[in-house]
């Protein structure tokens, strides 16, 4: 069976890395050596399992891009890059039509997705890519199609932690937030209390010492009006496996696409699900 070719770019992004480390393990993959990083990255090369990356600083990436497909032929980019190069980044992949999972949350979600689907490219696009999370999400999606209304009155909390270095608020709580508020509550994506000191994630939030670097905790709390009755639905998470499997998973997904000549259409995690 031929090995599917797989861009990491966001190396040496903690992220990245993760996904770059089980793309080297899995016989499945084939990895390109390079990556394309952040203008703030100085190194020009990072290890990862044993394999030098070559980092690719974005007023580069034209002249390498030609030069890795000379040398790979096609391949499918995984992106885990930064928030702000979100929008940028799926341009020239489209431009380029180089398939891609985009696993970076922020950026204008909108013009992500119509820039895909304007162009013959395809890619994955999720705020999550752990697949028992995307599951949970989906259930909670049918229940607001279902029970339209069902928690109208209620007041909402909603509190998400992670690693001190993510730049953004939890792109799976904004996502959260809409089903709520299909389900009658009003609340903004502003009121998400997030939380990145690691301090306070380890003396008030209880995680454990060992996965303060790498976390995604989440607790939605729904309160009645006169507060006799109330609900929490929790997703903890320790470690960034979870997400890089799926994220594996959502490569395969999106290589049997693209064989078979599909164009200009965005996947969810959810569709990846369904296979």
């Known amino acids: 069976m031929d090995s599917t070719k797989v861009m990491v770019n966001g190396i040496p992004g903690n992220m990245a890395c993760n996904v770059a480390k089980l793309v080297i393990a899995d016989q499945r993959f084939e ?8 203008p703030e990255i100085t190194a020009h090369q990072h290890e990862v399992a044993g394999i030098t990356i070559n980092l690719i600083q974005p007023d580069e990436r034209e002249r390498a891009i030609n030069e890795i497909r000379a040398n790979k032929g096609d391949f499918i980019v995984i992106d885990y890059t930064h928030p702000s190069a979100v929008n940028d980044n799926a341009e ?3 431009l380029h039509n180089l398939p891609f999972v985009m696993g970076t949350t922020g950026g204008e979600r909108q013009l992500l997705e119509k820039t895909v689907s304007d162009s013959a490219n395809v890619a994955v696009i999720a705020p999550n890519m752990a697949k028992q999370i995307v599951g949970f999400q989906a259930m909670m999606e049918y229940a ?3 029970f339209p209304g069902l928690f109208e009155g209620y007041t909402l909390t909603v509190r998400e932690s992670h690693q001190k270095g993510k730049a953004d608020t939890s792109g ?4 959260m937030v809409k089903v709520f508020n ?3 509550v009003s609340f903004s994506s502003d009121e998400i209390i997030q939380e990145r000191e ?5 003396k008030e939030w209880g995680i454990p010492g060992e996965h303060l670097k790498g976390h ?3 607790t939605y709390a729904l309160t009645s009006e006169d507060s006799t009755v109330h609900f929490e639905f929790t997703h ?3 470690g960034r496996d979870v997400y890089a499997y799926g994220t594996l998973d959502a490569v395969s997904y999106l290589h049997d696409k693209v064989k078979q000549g599909a164009h200009g259409i965005v996947y969810t995690m959810t569709d990846v699900l369904k296979t």
């Open 31 to 38: 990895l390109v050596a390079q990556s394309f990083t952040g």
């Open 92 to 94: 020239f992949y489209c």
């Open 144 to 146: 607001a199609e279902s």
């Open 172 to 175: 799976t709580a904004k996502a």
């Open 182 to 184: 299909q389900m009658g």
């Open 198 to 202: 690691p301090e306070v994630q380890l």
């Open 216 to 218: 995604g905790w989440h």
């Open 236 to 238: 903890n998470v320790n």
